[in-house]
């Protein structure tokens, strides 16, 4: 079996990183492959009404359209 050098052995960060695992969305349009399809995807969310919005916000299992959000950490109101 060859031996790894220290030159050749991965960075431990790319084996175990430290940062905090990014945010489980959950949903597919909040995240777009460029910026004018994110824009007209929440153009389409402000503008949706009722039911059409209610489509937008498919239940998962954590949230529904009618589920309490806790407030923000230093957020008033």
Known sequence: MPSVTHDDAP???DLMP???APPRLGRG???APDAASLKARWDALVKAEGAD???LFRPTRSRTP???VGQLPG???
């Open 29 to 31: 349009w909040p995240a």
């Open 18 to 20: 430290w940062s905090v």
């Open 66 to 68: 009618h589920t309490a």
């Open 53 to 55: 919005r209610e489509a």
């Open 75 to 77: 957020q008033d109101g």
């Open 11 to 13: 960075l431990l960060a």
